[in-house]
């Protein structure tokens, strides 16, 4: 007999949208003052009122970081951890943002583990800025374990196959 | 003949690095399968509940009756009959588990996986209109202790088709997940609110409605304790039969109970001789 796979949902707010595999958490929401682990210089006091998406292979705690802040510690070896931070739509024209559309599929060789936002043992992360669609987006991956990023990566870059991105 | 048994050698050995890269591939594929959803049975488990329940509903009562959870509604066959407001038990035991997709109170989208991981969730379905509902609403702001750190508390409401988000948002509890989702309730079969149900490896382990959440503690402690599973943490995997009826457990479960009764070791009511009530009657 054929295993009962549940099936991925579709996530969809503020103009993103992304299949959440079975089993996993995610989440698309403004950051209304929630705690941010972004620079405040970049930011503001209150973090980034833009859209914020999580994808997650764990549970992800009720209150975290734009970028993972009290959530990534609880990621196991196998675990992995995406944010997509939208930034202003002006901050698209800068330097920083210039890269146009996300850059995939993602390479075991893009995760070095000083990426990580928060040091953690054993964990790599990987960082990129683009502009697509009028949005500034920065995208943060983190993977519980560097040395499973064979098996990690390819998972993730199937997750962000799935990402859609609309005009505001 | 050493050249033979060489050359043999080194067939099985190529043999074998072609099995293990096969298996290593078919486990890639499941797992990119399993990561994008695709169901590899005919049927979508949350179709195949939905229809199970209807199926069910229609042979309870074909005439469209009182539905599960009102009392008084008894499945055709059953030598039992529930009282008004008590649903009937043992509806979702061991049924597929559903991964959760709705909105939060603020209006965003969420999505919390139940069906895979090491830990359990235990679902609250909450509605912001009854009055039990409110006592664990206060209960879960105040703060409860959950029964093992391995659990997880979800509440869930319906959508905003049948609740107010700004209600909702008022009674989340901090730091506790809040789903919005009518898809829910129905893929659970939720029949009264307040109700619980924990899930376990992809299986709903244990349900029920409880006024009270020391109740709701109890309910799922026993349910599990039906199915030789424990609500605590440490060595939660069901035991063998014969180890749940003979063994060790058996005899931690009897003294439990014993303390829980006031009776401990060397309290004098375990030496009294024992009765039988049958003696005086014998010629």
Not at chain 1, 105 to 121: C, E, N
Request: glycine share 12%; with cysteine; net charge negative.
């Amino acid at each position: 007999m054929s295993p009962v796979v549940a099936a991925a949902r579709t996530m969809s707010a503020h103009g993103l949208s992304v299949k959440v595999p079975a089993g996993w958490d995610g989440s698309i929401r403004r950051a209304a003052g929630d705690p941010s682990d972004t620079d405040i210089d970049d930011v503001g006091r209150l973090g980034t009122t833009n859209p914020v998406l999580h994808v997650a292979s764990f549970p992800l705690p009720a209150v975290r970081g734009d970028y993972g802040g009290g959530a990534v510690q609880a990621m196991g070896p196998n675990d992995v951890f995406i944010a997509l931070v939208e930034f202003d739509p002006d901050a698209g024209s800068t330097p920083l943002f210039s890269a146009p559309g996300l850059r995939r599929p993602l390479r075991v060789t893009d995760f070095d583990r000083s990426t990580m936002h928060r040091p953690l043992p054993g964990a790599s992360g990987h960082q990129q800025f683009f502009h697509t669609r009028g949005r500034a987006f920065a995208l943060y991956v983190a993977l519980g374990a560097h040395r499973l990023r064979a098996s990690s990566v390819p998972r993730v870059d199937r997750v962000l196959a799935t990402l859609s991105i609309s005009p505001r | 003949m050493t050249v033979a048994a060489a050359l043999l050698g080194v067939v099985v050995a190529l043999l074998a690095v072609l099995v293990v890269s096969l298996l290593r591939s078919h486990a890639e594929i499941l797992r990119a399968l399993h990561d994008l959803g695709v169901d590899l049975d005919p049927a979508n488990p949350a179709e195949v509940a939905r229809a199970t329940r209807a199926a069910r509903a229609a042979v309870t009562d074909p005439s469209g009756g009182a539905p599960a959870g009102t009392g008084g509604a008894a499945p055709a066959g059953s030598s039992f009959v529930t009282g008004d407001g008590v649903p009937e038990p043992g509806d979702l035991l061991g049924t597929a588990a559903f991964d959760l997709s709705g909105l939060d109170p603020a209006g965003d989208a969420v999505a919390v996986g139940v069906t895979g991981g090491a830990h359990r969730t235990l679902l609250a379905f909450l509605s912001t209109g009854c009055s039990t509902c409110h006592q664990f609403w206060g209960a879960f702001a105040e703060g409860i202790e959950l029964p093992a750190p391995d659990i997880r508390l979800v509440v869930v409401t319906q959508g905003a088709d049948a609740e107010t988000p700004a209600r909702v948002a008022e009674l989340a509890p901090p730091g506790i997940d809040v789903v919005m989702s009518s898809d829910a309730w129905e893929d659970y079969g939720v029949p009264v609110a307040p109700y619980f149900a924990l899930v376990d490896g992809g299986q709903v382990v244990g349900e029920g409605a409880a006024a009270s959440w020391p109740q709701v503690v109890d309910l799922l402690g026993r349910s599990l304790a039906d199915v030789g599973r424990s609500l605590a943490a440490p060595g939660r995997a069901a035991p063998s039969r014969r180890a749940f009826l003979t063994g060790r457990d058996r005899a931690d479960r009897v003294d439990a109970e014993l303390a829980a009764a006031g009776i401990r070791p060397g309290d004098p009511r375990l030496y009294e001789p024992v009765l039988d009530p049958d003696a005086e009657e014998r010629p």
